[in-house]
């Protein structure tokens, strides 16, 4: 089996539609794949719509959170969608991206950056989870930087940049807390992705584990060999479940699905634990709660 439990659509930052998304999915030759947009469960009724026979869909969700200051990304999967506290939480969370949004491309513009927030809403588009990507993008479009990567940089919009600006984010150990109330298991999105800004310590992610943490994202291509391996150690000492996944984008990024894979075993121990939902193979088997955005 090749399973792929990290992927985005046009319902938070990615480029593909969650239909176009399931379908790449299954050319790509994937058995199964998670739709984990940024605080939303927006794209999984049309996702499951679409689903080509032959192909799994992990239902989840990318929450944002922080931890000692750091800024993280925390995979919530197969959760019971119509939770109340934790929907409630993805409504504050997806809520305060817009305001969050503005203000960065004010702080561009002052900056003698001319982008404009309508465009960058447009990106987003009408459903989307607005988010810094589509800033980038925006940025790309003006000739500012080369590539989406380009303008997560001190310089520009990467953490502490000086056109970055904080947003309402879940503390890590309440969001793998309230993950589980939902029925659902947690894991530790690119935890060591330096290059994407400060990151936790091996403290903080045995402080995890002891709170509750299901897996820890391994293989992903912001970890290097020896990052990868440091990983894969930890894992096994703080009795995590170590995944893989693309953190597939469409265009907006490199990635392609399934270039990095999660172990059958692995991902038959994650849906073993959930109890909010299951892995869907038709949309007869979309959870409740899940067919409106929350």
Same mark, same amino acid.
């Given at each position: 089996?090749?399973?792929?439990?990290?992927?985005?659509?046009?319902a938070?930052d990615?480029?593909?539609?969650?239909a176009?998304?399931?379908?790449?999915a299954?050319?790509?030759?994937?058995?199964?794949?998670?739709?984990?947009?940024?605080?939303? &469960?927006?794209?999984?009724?049309?996702?499951?719509?679409?689903?080509?026979?032959g192909?799994?869909?992990?239902?989840?969700?990318?929450?944002s959170?922080?931890l000692?200051?750091?800024?993280?990304?925390?995979?919530?999967?197969l959760f019971?969608?119509?939770?109340?506290?934790?929907? *409630?939480?993805r409504?504050l969370l997806?809520?305060?991206r817009?305001?969050?949004? *503005?203000r960065?491309?004010?702080?561009? *513009?002052e900056?003698?950056v001319?982008i404009?927030?309508?465009?960058?809403?447009?990106?987003?588009?009408?459903?989307?989870?607005?988010?810094?990507?589509?800033?980038?993008?925006?940025?790309?479009?003006?000739?500012?930087?080369?590539?989406?990567?380009?303008?997560f940089?001190?310089e520009?919009?990467?953490?502490?940049?000086?056109? +970055?600006?904080?947003k309402?984010?879940?503390?890590? &150990?309440?969001a793998?807390r309230?993950? +589980?109330?939902?029925?659902?298991?947690?894991?530790f999105?690119h935890p060591? #992705?330096a290059?994407?800004?400060?990151?936790?310590?091996?403290a903080?992610?045995?402080?995890?584990?002891?709170a509750?943490?299901d897996?820890?994202e391994?293989?992903h291509?912001?970890?290097?060999?020896a990052?990868?391996?440091?990983l894969?150690?930890?894992?096994?000492?703080l @009795?995590?479940?170590p995944?893989?996944?693309?953190?597939y +984008?469409? #265009?907006?990024k490199t990635?392609?699905?399934?270039?990095?894979?999660?172990?059958?075993?692995?991902?038959?121990?994650l849906?073993?634990?959930?109890?909010?939902?299951?892995?869907?193979?038709?949309?007869? @088997?979309?959870?409740?709660?899940?067919e409106?955005?929350a």
């Open positions: 089996m090749r399973i792929d439990l990290h992927a985005h659509s046009t938070s990615g480029t593909d539609s969650p176009e998304l399931v379908r790449a299954a050319a790509a030759g994937l058995d199964v794949v998670a739709l984990t947009d940024h605080d939303t &469960v927006a794209g999984h009724a049309e996702a499951l719509a679409a689903l080509p026979p192909l799994t869909l992990v239902t989840g969700t990318e929450f959170c922080r000692g200051g750091v800024s993280l990304h925390m995979l919530g999967y019971d969608p119509a939770e109340p506290v934790l929907a *409630r939480e409504e997806r809520d305060d817009v305001p969050r949004a *503005r960065m491309v004010e702080l561009l *513009r900056g003698g001319e404009d927030f309508e465009r960058v809403r447009e990106l987003a588009g009408p459903d989307g989870s607005i988010g810094r990507p589509h800033i980038a993008t925006a940025m790309v479009e003006a000739g500012v930087v080369a590539t989406v990567s380009d303008a940089t001190p520009w919009i990467g953490d502490g940049g000086r056109a +970055h600006t904080g309402h984010e879940l503390d890590a &150990v309440e793998v309230r993950i +589980h109330a939902a029925g659902g298991v947690a894991v999105a060591f #992705a290059s994407r800004g400060p990151i936790v310590t091996e903080d992610l045995a402080a995890l584990a002891e509750g943490l897996g820890v391994v293989d291509l912001d970890h290097d060999p990052t990868r391996d440091r894969r150690s930890l894992a096994k000492e @009795d995590l479940l995944t893989g996944s693309s953190d +984008h469409g #265009a907006r990635a392609a699905l399934g270039d990095c894979t999660t172990d059958p075993a692995v991902y038959e121990a849906v073993a634990r959930a109890t909010g939902a299951r892995p869907a193979t038709t949309a007869a @088997d979309l959870p409740q709660g899940a409106h955005p």
